[in-house]
């Protein structure tokens, strides 16, 4: 059985999706064709326990011959930071890593308008914000490793890359810059393509699917559609939703009405006192960050248009 030889990495919101969906379609590159749920084998415990040799037979077992690099996408890896980087370490010494890194304060506002959408959340983003450290702390069973409120933890990217530094050479890890790779720029990808070390470094990707979440109008009236309809339903809809998919359930149909009010298309932008609040959260590590890869971050430190 062939093994992986590369991870995409990063963070929730942060650009893994996307990445995923333009080197899937490269001739030479092999990626589970399962989008969801990620493997994260090596973050999640309950994963992990089930062992090597299942993590491989689940996501490489009819890798084809030709495929030159063989990978996985966990949004996960990087924000376990060093527990993770040594399990990796310890059963693929010569691993590669992408880790896509999106501005921290805008990555922290994505990744709350998506829990939002989930169901998860019921607290504004600056609340959430505020009271961050007592959930985070307040977290039990799965959730404890899960940490769907930890919005600004997964930003600290300086921090998460020493501790897989400790673990994989420099020449192993490419740091791409979320906001410079989009589908009117894709001039990134021969890079990404020699880091893998491909022969077709000239490939050129088709367009890849937006996958910006929605927006929810009421977090908490969302949260009390997830609890109405339990997760796999809930869970459904939503994919029913976003693929524009009609949904005929005349006995639920008042309550799929109110979920499909509570959304919107439209992205709204992060508040001002909250990209103030991150500012200085997440100053220090981005200033760190700036000597450990070869991008500029000055844009990170104002608020997107």
Known sequence: MRTPNFIIGGAAAGGTSYLYELLIQHPEIYLPQQRIPEPHYYYKSWEYAKGLNWYLNQYFR???NEKVAIGERSSSYLYG???ISQRIAK???DMKFIFMLRNPIERAWGNYRFTALQGLEELTFKEALLQEERRIGESQGIW???QPYDYTGRGFYAKQLKEF???FPKRQILCIKSESLNNNDLSLLPKI???LGLENTDFVSCIAPNHTSFSVIDVRLQKQLRQHFGDRIFSELMQSIRKEEAIVDSEE???ILKLKNNIKTAKDRIPEECFEIL???????IEELESMVDFSVDDWRYPSK
């Open 81 to 83: 930071g060093r527990k």
């Open 253 to 255: 149909s008042e309550w």
């Open 279 to 285: 500012k200085e959260s997440f100053g220090s590590d």
């Open 144 to 146: 404890s490793e899960i």
């Open 62 to 64: 009819n890798v084809p």
């Open 165 to 167: 530094l400790e673990f």
């Open 193 to 195: 393509y020699e880091f």
């Open 91 to 93: 059963d693929f010494p």
